[in-house]
């Protein structure tokens, strides 16, 4: 053991298995529950600080002396918000006031400091988020594992004790076996984060009676595919949670399996391939194929599923098992029309220089829908430098910008200099024009030839210009304040509708620009341009195309909300980057919280959201 966690030791045990916390007892329960007197209407004074809270979050500006003034107000529903964004903003100068408020008697402001100080990853708070888990409230105590795995290196001590490091029976015998299985869980998962992750250490929570904590311990192990935890991970294959059983089919990639273990491995496969979750069957799909044309006859159930998102993961490994056989490409060919998946089953006959499908694609160079050209630009792009101007310079007169779009973004890196002369001519002609992408891209492909200093604008960014504080006030009055009506989101689909429940409280700035959109008209007759199956469905792109978007940023707004299947989620391009597009959440995705906002949830219309497949319509989003 590392010299400094041995000192480290004896105080986290302590902590962890002696203490109770002082003042942790009885709390009072989550915002969602409070007391009705928080209907009541705000006074000016509340208002004002509110928004002016809400300002602070929007412009990324602290404001110590309006933080120092919210964390003594008598509401506490306003501190825990305080706390929050003490530690979205990373005032680290009030990160002690955080470690204070983890025995602060109110559940609600204990649990989002703990959050807090995860989402700053402050190093200093291991000790006192260890205590939170010998004896805070569940809330608090998930939250203080949560936080120790943002944390990482510096928490592996406080991990490991409390998972029982060393002990023949953890789930009966160490700090979290006290605990109920939420907290369980939670420390579970917390060691996702640790590199190396402690495999041995989450292996034996998989004997857990909890499901709960038997689905972390498996979504560490498949997440992270580690061979040390393959044969564990065998024992659980049958396990009547589907997530369990997903992310056992994750982890069953040759590589993980090894020598040893490909026979069970292949059996337990085969069985996943046929689930009753298609969850399941896309995962295992995926996994299968890494045992290559060996894995033929499983791939082939996999492309007849009945879900198009399995076929599609299915789709993706054909060149591993099919080769270069062109009957087995052309039956496949014929028997599935859609789309996504013949777009898939090109880029691996381009990959094999299979000639097979070159008469079909040369139609869609003319098809009515872009979708179509954009397939066919893909197909003649290839491989070689050629290939990619050739591609460009048959589409770059398209009357889709879209297409324009993606015939420019195949010019760029290109290694061969013998081309620049035509990659240059390409680029002055849609240096002008009418579409700002294509002409942005342009500019790009000409800056080698560009032989004008210009000076980089200084204007301020538009994510970065506060409000007038009489904005920031209607958006508090309007979805800020505790009991007001939170809205309802529907999208109208080609499948049917999902029904979405909107988080106007934890997210009123993100929430607000999705409800304005969604009245203005801004998400109609658009497609579902990325969809990642068992993982997301994104949409909100007025393109099409996945470069689009309202013309204004949005800055993350983080909650304790996590994502779980079916959360709605602001898509972005890196920190406050935020626009109009937004993801949904096939199944719990625990790497992604404290990274990305979520803003709502699925409350209906699962099935019609598993159906949906990349470039299928989004017709309209509706606010009820």
């Not at 989002?112 to 010998?134: C, M, S």
């Not at 949005?554 to 909300?561: A, I, P, V």
């Not at 949830?601 to 598993?610: A, C, E, I, P």
């Amino acid at each position: 053991m590392h010299a400094d966690r041995a000192l480290q030791r004896p105080l986290i045990v302590a902590a962890l298995l002696g203490l109770s916390l002082t003042g942790v007892g009885c709390a009072s329960v989550n915002a969602n529950g409070r007391d009705a007197a928080g209907l009541a209407r705000m006074s000016a004074r509340d208002l004002r600080h509110d928004a002016q809270l809400l300002a602070m979050l929007d412009v990324r500006r602290a404001d110590t002396l309006l933080v120092d003034t919210l964390l003594v107000d008598a509401d506490p529903d306003r501190r825990a918000r305080t706390a929050l964004a003490i530690g979205q903003l990373r005032i680290r100068a009030r990160f002690p006031q955080l470690r204070r408020l983890l025995t602060d008697g109110d559940t609600l402001i204990a649990a989002n400091a703990a959050y807090a100080l995860g989402v700053a990853k402050d190093t200093q708070a291991v000790a006192a988020l260890a205590r939170a888990i010998g004896g805070a409230p569940d809330p608090v105590a998930r939250e203080a594992a949560w936080a120790l795995g943002e944390i990482g290196e510096p928490s592996r001590t406080a991990l490991s004790v409390a998972l029982g490091d060393g002990l023949t029976a953890p789930w009966r015998a160490s700090a979290a076996a006290v605990r109920s299985a939420s907290v369980r869980a939670a420390l579970v998962l917390a060691t996702v984060k640790l590199r190396p992750a402690p495999i041995a250490l989450v292996v034996p929570w998989l004997a857990d009676t909890s499901a709960q904590v038997v689905r972390a311990a498996t979504y560490v192990i498949g997440r992270l595919r580690a061979p040390a935890g393959v044969r564990a991970l065998l024992a659980v294959r049958a396990h009547a949670d589907e997530e369990v059983r997903q992310y056992v089919a994750r982890a069953l990639t040759r590589t993980a399996v090894g020598d040893s273990l490909v026979a069970l491995a292949r059996e337990a496969l085969n069985a996943f391939v046929q689930d009753p979750d298609w969850r399941v069957r896309a995962n295992a799909a995926g996994s299968v194929s890494t045992f290559g044309a060996s894995a033929l006859d499983a791939v082939q159930i996999g492309l007849a599923d009945t879900v198009a998102n399995v076929r599609v993961v299915a789709t993706d490994s054909l060149s591993v098992v099919f080769g270069r056989d062109a009957g087995r490409w052309r039956r496949a060919w014929e028997r599935d029309t859609l789309l996504a998946v013949r777009r898939l089953m090109l880029a691996h006959v381009r990959q094999l220089a299979l000639p097979i499908f070159d008469a079909e694609v040369s139609t869609w160079e003319q098809h009515t829908d872009w979708r179509y050209r954009i397939a066919a630009l893909e197909h003649r792009a290839r491989a070689t430098d050629v290939d990619r101007v050739v591609a460009a310079e048959a589409f770059i007169a398209d009357t889709d910008p879209r297409i324009r779009t993606a015939a420019l973004q195949r010019l760029a890196n290109l290694a061969n200099d013998s081309l620049s002369a035509r990659v240059r001519l390409l680029a002055v002609r849609a240096s002008t024009d009418r579409d700002a992408i294509v002409r942005s891209l342009a500019e790009r492909l000409l800056a080698p030839w560009d032989s004008i200093t210009r000076s980089p604008r200084r204007a301020t960014p538009d994510s970065l210009v506060a409000r007038p504080l009489i904005e920031y006030e209607r958006l508090v009055h309007r979805w800020g304040a505790l009991g007001s009506p939170q809205p309802v989101a529907v999208i109208e689909t080609d499948y049917g509708v999902v029904t979405l429940q909107l988080y106007g409280r934890e997210a009123p700035l993100v929430v607000e620009a999705f409800v304005r959109l969604a009245q203005e008209g801004f998400y109609r007759n658009t497609v579902f341009h990325r969809v990642v199956p068992n993982f997301v469905v994104q949409d909100g792109d007025p393109r099409g195309d996945g470069t689009g978007g309202p013309g204004f940023s949005l800055r993350e707004s983080f909650s304790r909300r996590r994502h779980e299947r079916g959360c709605l989620g602001l898509a972005t391009s890196g920190p406050d980057t935020g626009g109009s597009q937004y993801y949904l959440c096939h199944s719990s995705q625990p790497h992604l919280d404290g990274a990305y906002t979520v803003f709502g949830t699925v409350l209906s219309g699962f099935d019609v959201m598993d159906r949906i497949v990349q470039g299928d319509r989004m017709l309209r989003i509706r606010v009820q």
